[in-house]
């Protein structure tokens, strides 16, 4: 067996290294390589100890196999991307050792790893990877130099493919029913062949948590302003490190896509004042996205599980656009979900809902402004 280092492979999303571990912990990042040989093993480090079976992390193994070395450039994240994965990893143990191949005879496979459930849960670190092979190797540092279009997504539970597994008034939510492979986020990097990065919490909002109508107090114990400026906050805090400052050189955005309102909507409850706090942190959110990455579009979207601050949406993009005229930005409201299409787990958007909104945001990214 053949140790491979964490450089030598390709990497998806926010990540960041600790005492020689990589740390992947946002929806639908990860890793992949490709290889000729018979085996591939790693080791994955997570905090199960922490949660319970529920909550644990959950990691999607998705092969490809190619006829020959030549097939694989390493230059797309969708080059011969399968249509579902071909094994789902539960993170049950400190040190978890998983066979992501193997077969009798030699191959050529195309293998990603991507982390299905969210960072709010069990985390997951690379510790190693061993192959009975031949890795196929690839510049990847020219990624970062791409032409492909990249997107950054910033968002809840939505984002994070929350409970599509799940049934409404069946299941409650577990990181086994979560499936950002299959939220809008994806889909719509998918439809529009782009690169593509979450950062995503269930629950988050602007100016609150979700929060049931008898609390009348906001839950600030985390919001995205306090998250989406850190490579991986929790995860770092967990391991007892300073969070670092998100490296925006590493994947710098064409498009950033803002999806944030829903969980405040439960403490705004049509209170002016309220409100307008929560336009004032979107427009200032805004403000840093720009600032972090000045020639990025920037969408604003809500609506599918509730369009109570949709127009707040609009009013913080046009406070915004007052002052940065030339940034291209919009907004964008969804339709909310429909009995019929499916409910999942504790009222989310149901794979065929996360279908719907992708589409519209695959054709208001397309003909931005």
Known sequence: MINIKKEQIKWYGRNFDYEGIRYFDYSNSGFEFCFKGKKAVCKILSDSENWSKENQGVLAV???HLKSASEYSGTSFWEHFPQDFSTKIFLQKKENDIVLFESEKEEIVLIRVLKISEAAFGYAGFASLELDGK???????????????????????????????????KDTFTTLQERSDKAYAFKTAKGLGAEFQCVSWSGIGLISKYVDESINVPDTTITMPLLWPYTDKSASLRLGIEPELWNESRFSPDIVVI?????????????????????????????????????????CCLGIMGQALCDSVKEAVQLFSKDFSSVQIKAVEFPVQLDEDGIAADWHPSEKSHSKIANIMINELKNFN
């Open 62 to 64: 998705y092969i490809s």
């Open 135 to 169: 890795l196929i190797k690839k510049n990847y540092a020219k990624l970062e130099n791409s032409n492909n279009l990249k997107i950054e997504f910033i968002g809840d539970s939505i984002t994070c493919g929350y409970g599509i597994e799940g049934i409404w008034m």
């Open 259 to 299: 999806n944030l309102g829903t969980n405040d909507a439960s403490f705004v409850r049509d209170q002016e004042d309220r409100r307008v706090l929560y336009v004032h942190n979107l427009r200032v959110l805004i403000e840093e996205v720009h600032r972090r990455s000045p020639k990025a579009k920037i969408c």
